[in-house]
């Protein structure tokens, strides 16, 4: 009788194999250019992977492997593609899916910072493009009418400022320094700051521009009295 395993192999391989053969022409090739497909594609190769290989899914393998090899940072050899395709499963823990902007923390993270980041622009897809692009991250990013977006998890450490990021959590405001933030900016960040520091006790002199902890240029310390006045100092 087949294992569970087994028949999972056996309903990808029937199901995914001919819509991979048939979109792996010019277009599929082309709509793989998206980042964010890239990695769904390598997500999809790894679960492909950790499943153990029977006859039926020798294709599906073979193409999990290529997936990984042309997207994914970590390639696989030869010598190793053979041996996934027709003998082992890959252990889970073997290949992580690259992620870009943050890494994650085994346990509770000791949170004691808040650091306000501008973008230096007010175009919110190019921004979270070019985080993309360049492996950082916020924690949070608020755009140009207050809306409040959540990038990484807290416990994670976002890669937004550096050398500053294992206690602190990062928030970005879509702004361009020496202009003026909106003051629906101003509501959402002083709400925002005010509840985190209070989960986290973390106190006023803590609460940061990242002008103060790095070269980069931030208005943050223009604001910061008006949007911490509901925090004990």
Do not use: C
Request: hydrophobic share 40%; aromatic share 6%.
């Amino acid at each position: 009788m087949l294992s569970s395993i087994e028949k999972v192999s056996k309903i990808l391989a029937a199901i995914a194999l001919p819509f991979i053969l048939l979109y792996l022409g010019n277009d599929f090739t082309a709509s793989l250019k998206d980042k964010d497909i890239h990695q769904k594609y390598v997500e999809i190769a790894v679960g492909i992977l950790t499943n153990e290989p029977t006859e039926e899914t020798k294709e599906l393998r073979s193409w999990a492997v290529q997936v990984i090899n042309r997207y994914a940072e970590i390639k696989i050899d030869a010598k190793l593609e053979s041996i996934l395709v027709d003998q082992t499963a890959l252990p889970s823990s073997a290949l992580e899916v690259p992620r870009k902007g943050f890494r994650t923390v085994e346990g509770k993270r000791q949170i004691k910072r808040i650091i306000v980041s501008d973008t230096q622009q007010d175009n919110t897809q190019a921004e979270l493009a070019a985080l993309d692009n360049h492996g950082v991250s916020y924690h949070y990013l608020i755009d140009l009418d207050g809306s409040v977006m959540k990038l990484v998890d807290e416990n994670n450490i976002a890669f937004h400022t550096t050398r500053q990021n294992d206690d602190s959590i990062g928030i970005g405001v879509m702004h361009r320094s020496g202009e003026t933030y909106t003051d629906a900016q101003k509501a959402s960040l002083k709400r925002l700051i005010t509840e985190i520091a209070t989960r986290y006790a973390i106190a006023k002199s803590n609460i940061l521009a990242k002008s103060e902890v790095s070269n980069k240029r931030s208005d943050f310390n223009t604001i910061k009295e008006s949007v911490l006045t509901d925090l004990a100092p």
